[in-house]
């Protein structure tokens, strides 16, 4: 009997204790909440915050070789972003290239056909549109005119499938003029050292206000933290030419593009959509 009093005497105190801090933890918790909020939700969290419902996953099949008609089809996947609150979404051109379906995922998750309205190889850059019973969040666009080096930038996108997956970097450089294959140049591109991997082609680059300063497009083979950018002004200059000429009805979208990306290690690799 006696052993028996002295083990509640000694368990007391340790299940005490436990109750204690259980009692201690729980408030602080709920008193610290707004707080906590607060400090977490950073520039960059607010950054993403304003921009994300406007960036959308593109995906569809493709060839993997377009020269054969009977090539195998893979998974293409990319990004996306909706530019006017119509259901006009600016990607690159190589996302959409050669692919017979195009399916557009919003942030919410609902789904939509994209139809190809309108490309230009010479700057890699595409416009889909997709019908909306609503209108759509649209994108803010600042500038890239007064971008400074070190600056930070964040990328949105769907590398691999893993939609609205979001990196963080600086501006490397400004002003890079990249070759594509043995006849192409990229001119006038954003260099930046967020990571940016096949299916990231097409997602916005923002600022740390949320507000667009380019569109993700290609990647230094062999290298890690060399990724480019189209810059907004120009990107934003040639989707408005799309879009207006698309409403007056004018603009040859079916003009035939045969763009090669050259896979040596002397050039640059546009990031394709990812084969699964």
Aim: proline share 5%; glycine share 10%.
């Amino acid at each position: 009997m006696t052993q028996t009093q002295s083990k509640s005497t000694q368990l007391g105190p340790l299940a005490l204790t436990s109750l204690l801090g259980l009692s201690l933890c729980f408030p602080s918790a709920f008193v610290l909440a707004d707080e906590t909020s607060s400090v977490r939700r950073t520039n960059t969290v607010r950054a993403i915050q304003t921009a994300e419902p406007a960036v959308v996953n593109i995906e569809g099949n493709k060839p993997s070789n377009p020269a054969m008609a009977d090539s195998q089809q893979v998974n293409g996947m990319g990004a996306g972003v909706i530019i006017d609150a119509r259901g006009y979404i600016l990607t690159n051109q190589h996302v959409v290239q050669d692919v017979g379906r195009i399916e557009i995922t919003l942030h919410d998750g609902t789904r939509h056909i994209g139809r190809l309205i309108a490309r230009d190889a010479d700057t890699d850059l595409a416009l889909v549109k997709i019908n909306s019973k609503t209108p759509l969040p649209v994108i803010r666009c600042g500038t890239s005119s007064d971008l400074m080096r070190g600056e930070r930038v964040i990328a949105i996108g769907n590398p691999f499938g893993y939609h609205n997956t979001v990196t963080e970097g600086i501006v490397s450089a400004l002003h890079r003029d990249i070759p594509v294959n043995g006849t192409q140049n990229y001119p006038d591109l954003i260099q930046t050292d967020a990571s940016i991997n096949p299916g990231n082609s097409g997602g916005p680059l923002l600022n740390a206000d949320g507000e667009m300063i380019g569109i993700n497009a290609a990647v230094r083979i062999g290298a890690q933290g060399i990724g480019f950018a189209i810059p907004v002004d120009k990107a934003t200059e040639i989707a408005a030419d799309m879009i207006a000429q698309h409403r007056r009805g004018s603009f040859e979208s079916s003009v035939s593009v045969s763009t090669k990306y050259s896979e040596g290690a002397a050039y640059v690799e546009v990031v394709r959509a990812s084969g699964s």
